[in-house]
């Protein structure tokens, strides 16, 4: 049996070994504790659940988080196309150093970035006498959580991007502009085309990411029911207060958003026509 | 159109590219840039074409100063070695993009854009592959495509950078032909860069040989292969034996070879001598021997490495029927009948 064997395959029993060590990891890290969050959103039934994410702060925290993603991922995109921009197809100096840079928000921990603009723009901070002066709010308010999720969140649509336009090269742009195109013509034609998969790959990670951040924002939030509660916080608080099926029931609702944000990139790929290369 | 590029410069950083670069293309005209890699061709392409702009010197269109004219107003045609094609378009699409960005009144109707894209796949021979993507293409496809594209602007001037580079040897020679057969169809001046000395002799009217940021050479086919004007040109182009030695009373002399360098400088000198041009001969004045080491047939043609009693290696070239009974090891008696000698 095993002479029959393609020589470079691994034997039976690796396969299975491998595939197994997989699937328990998959298991009791990812899985288990999914099906956890909605058995225990579930477990007074579904119209207790449906009542906790009804409630007024519920309500407020998920329509803060809406506002915040669709604040942020916009940022980001036109962030994310102008640095992959700037990266793939100009020369400068210290590029590796703006890679670098951009990949800043992956390796600090999303708690000092929130207490970075607590720092900078809070009472006690650099600009806070002339915020307060000025009557501006930032940190305890919805400026300063948006602030806190686009740092955390602007590396997710630059990475995606950069190696993408990276193997792209400026040839088809060449090509478009020897042939009289505007720059503006360009760049809707022929670069626009080809990272929109890319690009919309970036969003729906960004689009998670912005939802579901936690540590930058609880730092900058304040805590202030109906005000500043992000679905994530607002979860944290009904857990403190011993409200497991209302903690559990807006934890569900984030995950099935985060489900929701997986199964369409997965479609996305799917979708992709294969005549089409551009595959990030 | 007429080109005229006027004592352009332009340097990349530290490294100058062109170094005064002056040439005159005729309206019509099939002319190609050669020379080794780095030697600036394809800037002075891209110069021409408006994907860079010189530092110093001009660039003419006719009468025209195009020196910083945007792309649109030179109307260019221009051939990437990679094709560049839109990958997300299709064929019909990518060929149809030069005239869809046109604006206003210049821009043709759908009906216009879509005949000429008709007439181009047919000149090109792709008729029937105006719905196909990039990424369904072969490479000589792609090229085809590529080319209809440039085309489709109706240019001033067609520009093509290592057109052939990237397709294999059979391929290359077909699409070679087509480009000569397409540039007598419609009469656009064309400027093709190439490393490929081969393909510049065969394709163009007039050869332009650049080395170093400079043009060494231009001029016909024949003349850049038989009058070459300097070392590097008589080197570069076509087959040669290059000698190392030195001139001393109008003889040049290396190891045991010796010939005739009428109106060189006494010292040191290089000779380039084509393997066609060592001719079998009885012994006597001027002959020299040589050894056969490897004989190789190529047609008519036979081509023998050899060795001199003294040492020296060189590539000799018969025709066939004169050393049909040649043995390795055999000894030949040779007369060097042509040599380019150059002081040194």
Not at chain 1, 209 to 220: K, L, P, Q, T
């Amino acid at each position: 049996m095993s002479r029959l064997r393609h020589p470079t395959e691994d034997p039976i029993w690796a396969k299975v070994l491998i595939l197994v060590i997989v699937a328990a990891f998959l298991a009791s890290v990812l899985i288990l504790p999914m099906v956890t969050v909605f058995f225990e959103a579930l477990r007074r039934g579904l119209p207790a659940a449906l009542e906790a994410i009804g409630t007024e702060d519920a309500r407020d925290a998920i329509k803060l988080t809406l506002i915040t993603a669709a604040i942020t991922v916009p940022f980001n995109v036109v962030f994310g196309i102008c640095a992959s921009w700037a990266v793939a197809k100009y020369e400068f100096p210290l590029k590796p150093f703006l890679i670098t840079l951009i990949d800043l928000p992956f390796s600090v921990s999303p708690v000092v970035a929130g207490l970075i603009y607590v720092l900078v723009f809070g009472a006690q901070g650099w600009f806070g006498p002339w915020l307060i002066d000025h009557d501006i709010k930032i940190i305890f308010a919805i400026p300063g959580i948006v602030l806190a999720t686009i740092f955390v969140t602007f590396p997710f649509v630059a990475r995606e991007l950069i190696p993408l336009m990276q193997e792209q090269g400026v040839d088809e742009e060449e090509a478009a502009v020897s042939m009289g195109a505007s720059g503006l013509r360009t760049f809707w034609s022929v670069t626009a085309p080809n990272i929109r998969w890319g690009l919309l790959y970036g969003v729906l990670l960004c689009n998670a990411r912005a939802m579901g951040e936690f540590g930058a924002v609880s730092v900058v939030s304040g805590h202030i029911r109906g005000l500043t509660n992000t679905m994530p916080l607002h979860v944290e608080i009904l857990y403190n207060e011993y409200d497991f099926v209302g903690a559990f029931a807006v934890a569900a609702l984030l995950c099935f958003l985060a489900v929701v944000t997986l199964v369409l990139k997965t479609l996305l790929e799917i979708a992709q026509p294969p005549s089409r290369p551009g595959r990030h | 159109m007429t080109i005229s590029i006027r004592s352009v410069g332009k340097t990349f950083g530290r490294y100058p590219a062109l170094n005064s670069v002056s040439l005159e293309i005729a309206d019509g005209e099939l002319l190609a840039l050669l020379g080794p890699s780095g030697s600036g061709k394809t800037t002075l392409l891209r110069v021409i074409a408006g994907l860079e702009f010189p530092d110093s010197g001009q660039v003419l269109y006719g009468e025209q100063d195009m020196t910083f004219a945007g792309a649109a107003q030179r109307r260019v045609g221009f051939v990437f070695q990679q094709y560049a094609l839109f990958r997300h378009m299709t064929v019909a699409k990518n060929v149809a993009f030069g005239l869809d960005v046109r604006k206003g009144a210049a821009k043709p109707s759908k009906a216009e854009i879509a005949s000429r894209v008709d007439e181009l796949l047919r000149l090109v021979e792709l008729g029937e592959l105006g719905k196909r993507y990039p990424a369904q293409l072969s490479g000589g496809q792609r090229q085809r495509v590529a080319l209809a594209r440039a085309l489709a602007v109706n240019p001033s001037v067609l520009l093509l950078d290592e057109p052939f580079g990237a397709l294999d040897a059979t391929v290359r020679k077909s699409l070679r032909k087509e480009l000569r057969r397409i540039h007598d169809a419609t009469g656009v001046t064309t400027i093709f860069v190439t490393h490929d000395q081969e393909e510049a002799l065969e394709l163009a009217d007039r050869v332009a040989i650049l080395n170093q940021g400079a043009i060494e050479q231009v001029g016909t086919p024949q003349e850049i292969h038989d009058n070459p004007v300097g070392a590097f040109v008589a080197g570069f182009v076509g087959e040669s034996n290059r000698l190392e030695g030195e001139v001393r009373g109008g003889r040049f002399r290396l190891n045991d070879v010796e010939f005739a360098a009428p109106g060189i400088a006494d010292g040191r000198a290089a000779a380039f001598v084509r393997p066609h041009e060592l001719v079998l001969s009885p012994r006597g004045e001027g002959t020299f021997p040589l050894i056969a080491n490897h004989i190789a047939p190529q047609g008519a043609v036979a081509r023998i490495d050899g060795v001199t009693p003294g040492g020296l290696r060189l590539e000799a070239a018969f025709a066939r029927q004169s050393v049909a009974d040649i043995q390795p090891g055999a000894k030949l008696d040779l007369l060097v009948g042509r040599a380019y000698v150059f002081p040194q």
